[in-house]
Nanobody, 130 residues
């Protein structure tokens, strides 16, 4: 069975940092797009950062560009999301997801296209206090 296990969430003050990790099992990262998505209360799920496991290309939403960095460790089937300079508006449940790579990371991370991801892990809560 394909499983994605997200971890690393927590409570942090504004300006602080967190590192989320997503460990995949049941498949290898040979040719997938792995993404981080988030959902705040009352809002639609949105793409944060996505990465192609085959060529390492990435895409990050404008709201996090320059603050968040996505990286993959293929040997460990793990994708990390380093989040720096966190803001209260980053507060959300963060999910990792995977898609059989047909399109670019930018495709899957665009608003509304999270529905095209094939596998989802349980979320991890990130709370940023002001």
């Amino acid at each position: 069975d394909v499983q994605l296990q997200a971890s690393g969430g927590g409570l942090v003050q504004a300006g602080g940092s967190l590192r989320l990790s997503c460990v995949a099992s049941g498949f290898t990262f040979d040719d997938y797009v792995i993404g981080w998505f988030r959902q705040a209360p009352g809002k639609e799920r949105e793409g944060v950062s996505c990465i192609s496991s085959s060529d390492g290309s990435t895409y990050s939403a404008g709201s996090v560009k320059g603050r968040f960095t996505i990286a993959s460790d293929k040997a460990k089937n793990t994708v990390h999301l380093q989040m720096n300079s966190l803001k209260p508006e980053d507060t959300a449940v963060y999910y990792c997801a995977a898609a059989d790579r047909i399109y670019s990371p930018g495709y899957y991370c665009r608003p509304g296209y999270f529905r095209d991801m094939d596998y989802w892990g349980k979320g991890t809560l990130v709370t940023v206090s002001s």
